[in-house]
């Protein structure tokens, strides 16, 4: 059943991503719901493996329809959901949520920047103003429609487990 649940999520993903925000254009900035949906599982998965395996799906999938170059996207986002994966525990402090959001919204930043950058062996404050934060605001605003919505749908039943053990 999770297995369904994960192929479910990443076909509405993508379908919504393709169909519908991919022709959204607020500020030249175009939000990226596959990165939403990455950071929010990222966050919330227990195990390294799955993880990885949803992030790099969905990294793949992102490089060939995002219409920029397919290995630097692909490289990019299953890398920073490693490196995600590795930090997400601190601060232990602040919610799963939170930290989704703050992880949404630098990673969105980054690989704007970094994207640019490689593409153009230069960057200008534009990049940053016009395209980078506008893209990572639009990305966090993903993560909190998608966050609960996933919690309640996938990753509700792991904590009652939990919880019996």
């Known amino acids: 059943m999770r297995r369904f649940k994960i192929f479910l999520w990443i076909f509405?993903?993508?379908?919504?991503?393709?169909?519908?925000?991919?022709?959204?254009?607020?500020?030249g900035a175009v939000p990226s719901l596959v990165i939403s949906y990455m950071m929010c599982v990222v966050i919330m998965e227990n195990e390294f493996r799955n993880a990885?395996?949803?992030s790099s799906v969905c990294a793949a999938a992102m490089?060939?329809?995002?219409?920029?170059?397919?290995?630097?996207?692909?490289?990019?986002?299953?890398?920073?959901?490693?490196c995600v994966f590795r930090l997400r525990k601190k601060p232990a402090y602040?919610?799963?949520?939170?930290?989704?959001?703050?992880?949404?919204?630098v990673?969105?930043?980054v690989i704007e920047i970094l994207y640019f950058t490689i593409m153009n062996w230069s960057i200008n404050l534009n990049v940053?103003?016009?395209?980078?934060?506008?893209?990572?605001?639009?990305?966090?605003?993903?993560?909190?429609?998608?966050?609960?919505?996933l919690k309640r749908t996938m990753y509700r039943e792991e904590k009652k487990k939990?919880?019996?053990v």
């Open 12 to 27: 509405i993903v993508f379908l919504l991503q393709t169909v519908v925000v991919s022709h959204i254009h607020i500020f």
């Open 94 to 105: 602040i919610s799963n949520f939170q930290k989704s959001v703050i992880w949404t919204f």
């Open 52 to 54: 990885v395996i949803i």
């Open 128 to 149: 940053l103003l016009y395209d980078a934060l506008p893209t990572a605001v639009l990305n966090i605003l993903g993560t909190i429609i998608i966050y609960p919505v």
């Open 63 to 82: 490089g060939a329809l995002s219409g920029r170059e397919f290995v630097i996207m692909t490289l990019a986002y299953v890398y920073s959901s490693i």
């Open 162 to 164: 939990l919880l019996i």
């Open 107 to 109: 990673v969105s930043a």
